[in-house]
C-alpha cells in the first residue's frame, strides 16, 4: 500500500534562517506531488506542484522553492525565512493531476520567531 | 476564475443538530471532492462526486452535487462530537474552497 511520510513535524525557527522539509511516497511509481501552506484557521494554498523529477511548478510568488530529486521525493525550501512563513506545511500526491483523491502527510508545523 | 467558495466559514451547532456547508462554482466542476481536517491534523479525503445531480451517503452525512454541476453540498445530520474539525471542498488537487470549520458542543 501507499504511505507518505513528511519531516520535520514540528520546528521553530529564527527569522533569516533556512528551512528544509522533506516528504516522500511509498509504494507508487510516478505520483503527482503538491506542497500547500495553511495559517492558523485559515484554508489550504497551494505553494508548489510537480508531475515528475525536476518539474516544479509554482503557484505563489514568495521566497520558497521547491525540488524534486527523486520520483518519490518532494522537499520545500527556504534561504532565509520571513515571519510570514510560518504555518502548517502539508504535502499531498495524487496519481493524476487533475484527478483522483489526495493523500495527505501529517504535515510540518513551521514556528518562525 | 476557477475558485470555489465555501460558507459558512464557520458554525456551531449543539450536538445532535444538524449541520451544512455549501461550496460553490461560477464555471461548471467536472468533478468535486470533499475533504475532513480533524483539529491538529491533516485533510482526509471523503469523497469524489461526478455525475450531475448526484447523491452520495456515508453514514450521517450526505454529499450532494447540483444539477448544473456549479454547487455542491455536505449535510451531516444528527451532529456529534466526532464531527468537529473543517470540511473543504476541492476542484482538483490545485484548487480547494477555504473551508467550513464546524465546532459542537455536547
Known amino acids: 500500500s501507499q504511505t507518505i511520510h513528511q519531516w520535520p513535524a514540528t520546528l521553530v525557527q529564527p527569522v533569516g534562517s533556512p528551512l528544509s522539509l522533506e516528504c516522500t511516497v511509498e509504494g507508487t511509481s510516478n505520483p503527482n506531488l503538491y506542497w500547500y501552506r495553511q495559517a492558523a484557521g485559515r484554508g489550504l494554498q497551494l505553494l508548489f506542484y510537480s508531475v515528475g523529477i525536476g518539474q516544479i511548478s509554482s503557484e505563489v510568488p514568495q521566497n520558497l522553492s521547491a525540488s524534486r530529486p527523486q520520483d518519490r521525493q518532494f522537499i520545500l525550501s527556504s534561504k532565509k525565512l520571513l515571519l510570514s512563513d510560518s504555518g502548517f506545511y502539508l504535502c499531498?500526491?495524487?496519481?493524476?493531476?487533475?484527478?483522483?483523491?489526495?493523500?495527505f502527510g501529517e504535515g510540518s508545523r513551521l514556528t518562525v520567531l | 476564475g476557477q475558485q470555489v467558495m465555501q460558507i459558512p466559514q464557520y458554525q456551531h451547532v449543539q450536538e445532535g443538530e444538524d449541520f451544512t456547508t455549501y461550496c460553490n462554482s461560477s464555471t461548471t466542476l467536472s468533478n468535486i471532492q470533499w475533504y475532513k481536517q480533524r483539529p491538529g491534523g491533516h485533510p482526509v479525503f471523503l469523497i469524489q462526486l461526478v455525475k450531475s445531480g448526484e447523491v452520495k451517503k456515508q453514514k450521517r452525512l450526505t454529499f450532494q452535487f447540483g444539477e448544473a454541476k456549479k454547487n455542491s453540498s455536505l449535510h451531516i445530520t444528527a451532529t456529534q462530537t466526532t464531527d468537529v474539525g473543517t470540511y473543504f471542498c476541492a476542484r482538483t488537487a490545485l484548487i480547494f474552497g477555504k473551508g467550513t470549520t464546524l465546532s459542537v458542543s455536547s
Open positions: 499531498a500526491w495524487t496519481p493524476g493531476l487533475a484527478t483522483g483523491e489526495l493523500f
